[in-house]
């Protein structure tokens, strides 16, 4: 069931449902993934053929290849997920136990695991103001003797400055691991997201932009790279899989993968002017640098009143819920782990204002109806004056 929001509501202004008005979104649907007719002709060839059933089979390679021609790689590893692409990358960089990797202070959870299931330590680095990827000019002061590598993720609609960050990585013999988990289809600087780092990796998880329900995979232009993979998951046959089904379902999203990047990046340039002036509402930077392209698995919005007022960002919760809304919170960060886990670069306050004060917007709402990511966009504004009050009072 979708709401009919085709046409202007009547009542302008008209109370928000926290307040006892109508939910405007109730059983409004924000399907993800989408029923693709060419998904099930790729089951139903795999049923037709029994690959299914199998240990490998042709579509494997398919998607390999794919995944390589549109990430301008040499070469692909599938894996199980994305949490795993990321040890499975620092592994096949050669990172040791006792090394250093750096990383955002605010970052998923599994990246931090994922160093320090290597044994290596995690160095955390502040973001960049403005942004939810790391400051690069944090890197530098970060090193020490054992600093083998630094992981970039791409989070919430800010593309991190792969060039700059190459080359000082090259500078300082840093290297770098790319996490493009959450922006397939996005461009940085004319390249492929996922195609700058040593090693890229990608999540094929049941709410990414590419899904297979699980899934990963690592790309890599250098061979040493793939084998030191091959050997460490190599257990008599591959312990961290991709299946045939999954590999299946994510070549006809690769077709489709561009103009849907261009659906959402159309959504997100809506909902940046409906909020602007918005208050206590700050998104990430726009319009995007010329050469570069966004992808928006999830929409950033952060809310800096929030270190001061922790109920707002509740409050905005809390409405948007009832207006049935698809907006969520943020990560948790790393920002308080204590020295036995991690090294700190600073106090990192960029990155404990993203913790505190990030909310997302689902992509289940940017691949809406444009006038329901419009409607959306002014119940947003409305939430974002009464969240304002509310956690005054």
């Avoid at 959450?182 to 040593?198: N, V, Y």
């Avoid at 340039?269 to 918005?278: S, T, Y």
């Avoid at 919760?317 to 782990?337: D, H, K, S």
Wanted: with cysteine; hydrophobic share 45%.
């Amino acid at each position: 069931m979708t709401h009919d929001v085709s046409e202007p509501d009547p009542r302008t202004g008209e109370p928000l449902a926290v307040e006892g008005g109508r939910a405007q979104f109730a059983g409004q649907e924000w399907p993800w993934p989408p029923a693709d007719a060419q998904i099930g002709l790729q089951l139903q060839r795999l049923w037709q053929r029994g690959d299914w059933g199998r240990y490998t089979a042709p579509v494997l390679e398919q998607l390999r290849e794919e995944l390589c021609r549109r990430f301008e790689r040499k070469h692909a590893w599938l894996c199980s997920s994305g949490t795993v692409a990321v040890e499975l990358a620092l592994r096949g960089l050669g990172i040791k136990p006792g090394e250093e990797v750096l990383l955002a202070g605010y970052d998923f959870p599994g990246n931090f695991r994922a160093v320090e299931a290597l044994g290596a330590r995690p160095v955390l680095l502040d973001l960049a103001p403005g942004t939810w990827h790391l400051d690069v000019e944090a890197i530098p002061r970060a090193c020490s003797p054992q600093t083998r590598a630094v992981v970039v993720s791409h989070l919430h609609g800010t593309l991190a400055p792969m060039a700059q960050i190459v080359e000082l990585a090259s500078r300082l013999g840093l290297q770098v691991v790319e996490d493009a988990c959450q922006c397939p289809g996005a461009t940085i600087d004319g390249k492929a997201a996922g195609s700058w780092g040593d090693a890229s990796v990608l999540s094929f998880g049941g709410s990414k932009l590419l899904t297979a329900g699980r899934g990963g995979a690592v790309l890599t232009d250098r061979p040493e790279v793939l084998q030191r993979i091959k050997v460490f998951a190599g257990r008599g046959n591959d312990a961290f899989p991709l299946s045939t089904l999954q590999a299946a379902v994510l070549l006809p999203q690769l077709e489709q993968m561009a103009a849907r990047h261009q659906q959402r990046l159309q959504a997100a340039e809506r909902l940046h002017r409906l909020l602007q002036g918005a208050p206590g509402v700050r998104l990430g930077p726009w319009p995007p640098r010329p050469g570069s392209s966004p992808a928006f698995y999830k929409l950033g919005l952060l809310l800096p009143e929030a270190v001061e007022q922790p109920r707002l960002r509740a409050c905005w919760l809390q409405a948007a819920q009832a207006e049935g809304l698809p907006l969520g919170e943020g990560f948790r960060g790393f920002a308080t782990r204590g020295a036995r886990r991690c090294r700190r670069v600073g106090s990192l306050p960029q990155a404990r204002l993203a913790a505190a004060a990030t909310l997302l917007v689902d992509q289940g709402l940017l691949l809406a109806p444009a006038q329901v990511v419009e409607a959306a966009g002014r119940r947003l504004v409305q939430i974002a004056h009464w969240a304002a009050r509310a956690a005054a009072g």
